[in-house]
């Protein structure tokens, strides 16, 4: 069940099951895609309103955008060469507290710095989204990504 298709939430009776939290990441990874397309600006703000004011993730996001920048990266879109597929999104813990969600997440990227070298990231994970309620509103608080500092990083 792919729940990202040309930006829009796919409605099906399942995909509407965890409406809330799936929403949530998926706003994440729109937002994440767009703040790219920013490049080599860094514009992480449409990011951080989906993210817990003190949440770890936010300045994971920091740095690899600014890495990106540093190297003076731009993000190509012509032609949906870059884009992103969220899919298989499972409930794994429901407190009411604290929300686990597992995804299986693919990002094809495609990268051009100054001298017009490119770089390409093909990459399918899955991964895990800890959502918390804090002042009465749930937010991602954190991510795991096990690939996460393997994925396309220039020195």
């Known amino acids: 069940e792919s729940l990202h298709d040309n930006n829009d939430i796919v409605s099906t009776p399942q995909a509407n099951m965890h409406f809330f939290e799936k929403h949530l990441i998926l706003e994440y990874c729109r937002s994440q895609f767009e703040a790219l397309t920013d490049l080599p600006s860094i514009d992480i703000e449409k990011i951080s309103r989906v993210l817990c004011n003190e949440s770890p993730l936010r300045e994971r996001i920091r740095l690899y955008f600014e890495e990106k920048?540093?190297?003076?990266?731009?993000?190509?879109?012509?032609?949906?060469?870059?884009?992103?597929?969220?899919?298989?999104?499972?409930?794994?813990?429901?407190?009411?507290?604290?929300?686990?969600?597992?995804?299986?997440?693919?990002?094809?990227?495609?990268?051009?710095?100054?001298?017009?070298?490119?770089?390409?990231?093909?990459?399918?994970?899955?991964?895990?989204?800890?959502?918390?309620?804090?002042?009465?509103?749930?937010?991602i608080w954190d991510n795991y990504n096990p690939d996460h500092g393997k994925i396309l990083k220039i020195n």
């Open 69 to 139: 920048s540093k190297n003076n990266l731009i993000f190509i879109t012509e032609n949906n060469r870059s884009n992103y597929e969220i899919f298989e999104v499972k409930k794994i813990s429901d407190g009411p507290e604290l929300k686990v969600i597992e995804t299986k997440e693919f990002w094809n990227l495609v990268f051009k710095d100054n001298k017009d070298s490119r770089y390409v990231v093909h990459h399918l994970n899955t991964q895990f989204y800890f959502i918390k309620k804090m002042d009465d509103e749930w937010k």
